[in-house]
């Protein structure tokens, strides 16, 4: 093989010893710490469709002449049905990866994924003018490198691959903004995943700007440094193809007069551990699933008749939310709130729902409460935590019981029920006898 298809497929090269290990079943080929004497281990990857290199430092190899490859080369990496390949535990020069990059074009490598690594310097990205790559998702997880800022120019070389690009995930990686001309030019990007960083409220309205991201459909922010629930709700105004939106594990503040109208397309809007006391309307029409579980939320009063899912497990619910105007809802989860008792009456009513999660309330075990729990779980409703996590507070003479240990037959539950009829029985057959 030439040098260039040796850095290609094994950039975790060190003097430690390593080598590759390839399981057949899974197709999948992993190397650790190759040296240049186990480098030869390499060729037991070539069937892999999944290669992962971990550990080495690639300085030594910023002077190595790369030229351009010659046709029974290029025809070997069309061959090879390599699909993803994992750089981790890597420092990788910029310079090193601009010349090796353009290599890819010839191979059918789809994904590309950087874990742990640290780049130094600037690369020469002039060199991919113009050059498209088959690589279609793109992802850094807690990764090192120069700010985003100032590298317009860099990306924009770039641009004929980046143009192509559905998906792209940096997270965990201290990202403190994504200017506006970055945006612009991922044209056909489908999800991004900005998840872990420092973004704050002020950094959002920039990076989705009039034109970036213009076929974005998910969009993950999660635990980052937003504190506006307003603000993040204005930044995203423009994403007109938005579909799926996760702001869990921020810190929202919100102002209940606020009107702001979230993208009309969200269909999957994830508030989960948010600190969020209330749920706040308007919410977008066509929303399917809402998750607003770990909140602080006491009530919940919402009417969204396209909505399949709703998650409000560990707030602070006394009762159960009015469901009647969410006639589609298939998924109702309320576990490890405050709630006593379960409305049979209103539940029963809904054809869609089939999955009900109630564990870990302070039940009361009357024969309503009872009852509504039992009679759900009759039907195969409910899920995970049945019948071990759901236990009576209520009455003192059945607290720590199991709710479907409690008896709830007509005769303990409405004597009255039988009493009456009997009574009358007796009366008539009194008034028979005279």
């Known amino acids: 093989m030439s040098v260039a298809v040796l ?4 950039l975790g090269l060190l003097e430690a010893e390593g080598r590759c290990f390839f399981n057949r079943t899974q197709e999948h080929c992993v190397c650790y710490r190759l040296s240049q004497e ?14 992962e ?12 002449p790369i030229d351009d490859m010659d046709p029974s080369t290029i025809d070997m990496l069309h061959s090879l ?8 535990d890597l420092l990788v020069p910029e310079i090193l990866l601009a010349r090796v990059l353009r290599f890819f074009s010839y191979t059918q490598v789809q994904e590309l994924v950087f874990k742990s690594c640290v780049f130094k310097g600037r690369g020469n990205w002039g060199e991919m003018a113009g050059k498209g790559l088959p690589i279609l998702s793109l992802h850094f997880h807690n990764v090192t490198f120069s700010p985003l800022t100032g590298r317009e120019r860099d990306l924009s070389s770039l641009s004929s691959w980046l143009e192509t690009l559905q998906d792209l995930a940096v997270t965990g990686s201290h990202v403190t903004s994504l200017p506006c001309d970055i945006g612009k030019v991922f044209r056909a990007l489908r999800s991004l995943d900005v998840a872990q960083n420092s973004l704050g409220d002020e950094s959002l309205m920039p990076a989705f700007c009039k034109g970036a991201f213009p076929q974005l459909q998910v969009l993950s922010l999660q635990r980052n440094n937003l504190t506006s629930y307003d603000s993040v709700c204005k930044s995203v105004q423009l994403l007109r193809e938005l579909q799926h939106l996760d702001l869990s594990q921020n810190k929202l503040m919100a102002d209940p007069s606020s009107s702001c109208q ?46 399949k899912k709703l998650f ?12 009647r105007n969410c006639p589609m809802l298939n998924t109702l989860h309320l576990d490890n709130n405050s709630i006593t008792e379960l409305p049979w009456d209103e539940v029963k009513l809904l054809e869609h729902l ?18 509504g729990v039992q009679a759900l779980a009759g039907m195969g409703h409910l899920g995970q935590g ?20 409690v008896p709830v037959s007509v005769l303990q539950c409405n004597s009255a029920a039988v009493i009456v009829p009997v009574c009358i029985v007796l009366v008539l057959l009194g008034v028979a006898g005279a």
């Open 7 to 10: 850095l290609l497929l094994g």
């Open 38 to 51: 186990s480098l030869g281990s390499i060729i037991q990857c070539l069937p892999a469709s999944v290669v």
């Open 53 to 64: 290199f971990w550990g080495g430092e690639l300085e030594r190899y910023v002077d190595f």
């Open 81 to 88: 049905g390599i699909r993803k390949i994992i750089f981790g």
């Open 262 to 307: 979230w993208p009309v397309s969200l269909r999957i809007f994830n508030l989960s551990s948010t600190g969020l006391d209330q749920v706040l309307v308007p919410l977008p029409p066509s929303l399917e699933v809402l998750d607003m579980s770990c909140n602080h939320l006491h009530a919940v009063d919402i009417s969204l008749s396209s909505l």
């Open 312 to 323: 409000l497990s560990q707030n602070m619910l006394q009762a159960v939310p009015s469901i």
């Open 354 to 371: 089939r999955d009900v999660a109630a564990a870990g309330n302070p039940y009361n075990c009357s024969c309503s409460g009872a009852g």
């Open 386 to 405: 049945w019948p071990q996590d759901y236990r009576c507070h209520h009455p003192p003479h059945y607290q720590g019981r199991l709710v479907k240990d």
